[in-house]
């Protein structure tokens, strides 16, 4: 029995080890990182909206497919802006505004087939 225990508990060890190993980036543009279907999407404010980039283990993502939606909530205000494919692995929403304290939310569709949902705190 404890040579069992012993092994469902290595066995739960290595999984958790893996599981860590494909965790969120960090940050490469001074955004903030989530990590979503094996995908890191990193959120930037910009003066005149807000940017995605999409990183696959490390590399640059192809997003030249992928679109979506980006919604902002400060405080009361809620705002929305479509997402599109800017070049290389770069998402971009125009006409938002993301500051510190936002909730932002990102559907972005064409991920492997299908939508993802990307929740943001802005810090």
């Known amino acids: 029995m404890k040579k069992l225990l012993s092994i469902a508990v290595l066995g739960l060890s290595l999984v958790s080890l893996n599981a860590m190993a494909h965790g969120a ?13 094996d995908l890191s999407f990193e959120l930037v404010a910009q003066a005149n909206g807000a ?5 696959d283990h490390d590399d640059a993502a192809d997003v030249s497919k992928m679109g979506g939606k980006l919604t902002a909530l400060n ?6 802006a479509e997402l599109k494919p800017v070049g290389g692995n770069k998402l971009e929403a125009t006409g938002i505004q993301v500051a510190k304290g936002s909730k932002v939310v990102a559907s972005v569709a064409g991920v492997q087939g299908k939508t993802v949902t990307v929740r943001f705190s802005v810090k």
Not at 25 to 37: D, I, L, N, R
Not at 75 to 80: D, L, T
């Open 25 to 37: 980036a960090k940050p490469q543009h001074g955004g903030v990182v989530q990590a979503v279907s």
């Open 51 to 55: 940017a995605i980039y999409v990183v």
């Open 75 to 80: 405080g009361a205000e809620k705002s929305e």
